[in-house]
């Protein structure tokens, strides 16, 4: 059973795990490993959970999410006909920061 004050520990549960995928994140980029998709669908969840709840990202959360989204914006729009590879994970990264960038 949940009480009133258990919100804030599940978001500082979350906060902590999407540093956790961040870091691992990181640590594969520095390494020269690709980066799975998944683990970038699962910091952007984590991301928009926390901009949901008014928590701030971790360094390492912001970090990573400002990088790919300025990676994005270096990169050539594709055809309008062949969305890229990794298409949603884009979709939501640009929402995800959108909603950043407005609070």
Avoid: Y
């Amino acid at each position: 059973m949940t009480g009133p004050g258990d919100e804030p520990d599940k978001m500082a549960e979350v906060a902590g795990l999407a540093a956790a995928i961040a870091d691992r994140i990181l640590d594969q980029h520095a390494a020269g490993a690709s980066i799975p998709p998944e683990q970038f669908r699962m910091l952007v969840r984590a991301a928009r959970m926390l901009l949901d709840n008014g928590v701030a990202w971790p360094p390492s959360v912001e970090h990573v999410v400002m990088e790919v989204a300025r990676r994005l914006k270096d990169t050539a729009a594709p055809p309008e006909d062949a969305p890229p590879r990794g298409h949603d994970v884009v979709v939501h990264l640009t929402e995800a920061l959108s909603a950043f960038k407005r609070s």
